[in-house]
């Protein structure tokens, strides 16, 4: 008894040309984006580093004091540059402990 299949079963299989992938699309690399710290009268100067230092995982508590000393005397200071999803998290870890910070895209 024949058993007859439901889809066609091709009598060759397709010759795939194995090649080096085309560089006419070259990716470009991923956008980074600036964490910005921002001076403002409620927190105190120690609280900001505190926060700083334990939030975002590369800074030493003498860069978190550059950090917040620079953002005191001009308004504002780059915290640092990042892919943006991790600059975003660092944002929103930084509003969660009261201070004022963003991000834009870098130049």
């Given at each position: ?19 080096k ?26 609280y ?32 640092g ?27």
């Amino acid at each position: 008894m024949a058993v007859e299949t439901p889809v066609r079963v091709p009598e060759r299989a397709p010759v795939i040309n194995p090649g080096k992938p085309s560089d006419e699309r070259q990716s470009d690399p991923a956008k980074k984006y600036k964490l910005l710290l921002f001076n403002d009268n409620v927190n105190r100067r120690e609280y900001v580093a505190k926060v700083l230092v334990s939030n975002i995982p590369e800074l030493s508590q003498a860069d978190a004091y550059v950090i917040m000393q620079s953002a005191h005397k001009n308004g504002m200071a780059v915290v640092g540059i990042w892919l943006f999803e991790l600059a975003e998290a660092y944002c929103e870890l930084l509003k969660s402990g009261g201070l004022i910070s963003n991000i834009e895209e870098e130049d």
